[in-house]
């Protein structure tokens, strides 16, 4: 399926002529709580509808499967024609839900614009959906149906973004490059794709938390979309799977807990052996890979770039030991017990144990 895409600031300019193309008569608008408004979405959006809209935001930060069914239930009782998801990453996937709901029951494809206020979640370019059951992390999607008919990707919405969020959603579009770019899944372009990222992200998430300007902020939104663009290639890895039970079960935002291992993870892979290399490709091409990974971030080895992505988070203002985020030794294995997604763990290009994710956790404590 062809994406449209409208980037930069003032984009959002475009809703209008994509609701005049669609001929929509009837908009469901899916939006995040109070950051709506405060971003600047709300007044930059409804002021360019012409038509009537209902907006459902009644959703958690991790969204739970009843409520994505909720928000099915109010689209179905409305005859809407046009679906907007605006926001983070869990605004989008309920939206991108609530299209895949409807094409379920009734086999209509209803058009979906993803319109995101934070740089992370690349939710915009993905056709996978993250919601929760319980404590447990599902994912659904399908490329010719849940990837957005359109994405309207605005820097302005970003501008006011705290900086702690803006750390954790950034620090998610680092760890989906870096996984992307060492999958097991990865092609040519889905490298090409997490390289941008990398070097963006590299030189404007730091400047675009700590002394924010446009220029930071529009690379910082460009590099997210891109990371999506990635993923939606290659998926993610081990250390997604590993960051959603530390979701889930101890509160830690996403972003923030997949780059908890992202370093450990860069020097475990980069010991693979013929034994244990799960890519096709072989343990010398992992190795060279990982070589590759650390050369995008300025370095030669992978002990270094650990070092500099603990760095990094440190100077984002956000913690890098589990105890210091309430995790304590049973955590741990909590983590374990929860964390081997089989899908996403399969996607390491070097097999990961309980034993291995242990020491890795344990020296992260």
């Not at 009644?58 to 069914?69: A, C, G, M, T, V």
């Not at 094409?103 to 992370?120: F, H, N, Q, W």
């Not at 970003?158 to 620090?171: H, M």
């Not at 993870?265 to 091409?285: H, K, L, Q």
Request: proline share 3%.
């Amino acid at each position: 399926m062809n994406q449209k895409e409208f980037f930069g600031f003032g984009s959002i300019s475009h809703l209008v002529e994509i609701l005049r193309l669609e001929k929509s008569q009837k908009v469901f608008l899916v939006t995040g709580k109070a950051s709506y408004e405060s971003c600047g979405a709300k007044k930059a959006i409804e002021s360019r509808l012409s038509v009537p809209f209902f907006r459902f935001s009644d959703f958690s930060p991790n969204p739970k499967f009843e409520e994505i069914q909720k928000g099915y239930e109010e689209f179905r009782q409305g005859d809407y024609d046009f679906i907007m998801g605006v926001g983070g990453g869990s605004a989008i996937d309920v939206a991108k839900a609530i299209k895949m709901f409807n094409y379920d029951e009734s086999g209509k494809k209803v058009p979906l614009v993803a319109i995101p206020t934070t740089a992370g979640s690349g939710s915009e370019a993905t056709h996978f959906i993250v919601y929760y059951r319980g404590k447990e992390k599902q994912s659904q999607g399908s490329l010719n149906l849940t990837l957005p008919d359109y994405a309207i990707i605005d820097p302005e919405f970003i501008l006011k973004l705290p900086s702690k969020i803006s750390a954790e959603t950034g620090l998610d579009a680092l760890s989906q490059a870096v996984e992307s770019f060492w999958s097991v899944n990865s092609t040519e372009e889905s490298r090409v794709y997490a390289s941008q990222a990398i070097r963006l992200l590299n030189e404007n998430l730091k400047v675009s938390v700590n002394n924010p300007n446009m220029q930071s902020k529009q690379a910082v939104m460009r590099a997210a979309n891109l990371a999506g663009k990635a993923i939606n290639l290659s998926k993610t890895t081990a250390c997604h799977a590993v960051a959603y039970p530390i979701t889930s079960y101890f509160g830690v935002a996403h972003g923030h807990a997949a780059a908890l291992t992202l370093g450990e993870m860069f020097i475990f892979n980069s010991f693979v052996t013929n034994e244990d290399c799960s890519d096709s490709r072989g343990a010398d091409y992992v190795k060279d890979i990982i070589k590759e990974l650390a050369k995008l971030f300025g370095f030669l080895t992978a002990e270094e770039t650990n070092k500099y992505l603990s760095s990094l988070m440190i100077d984002l203002g956000l913690e890098t030991r589990l105890s210091n985020l309430g995790i304590n030794r049973e955590g741990i294995e909590t983590i374990i017990k929860n964390g081997f997604t089989p899908e996403r763990v399969k996607n390491n290009p070097r097999v990961l144990r309980e034993e291995d994710l242990r020491a890795m956790l344990t020296r992260i404590y």
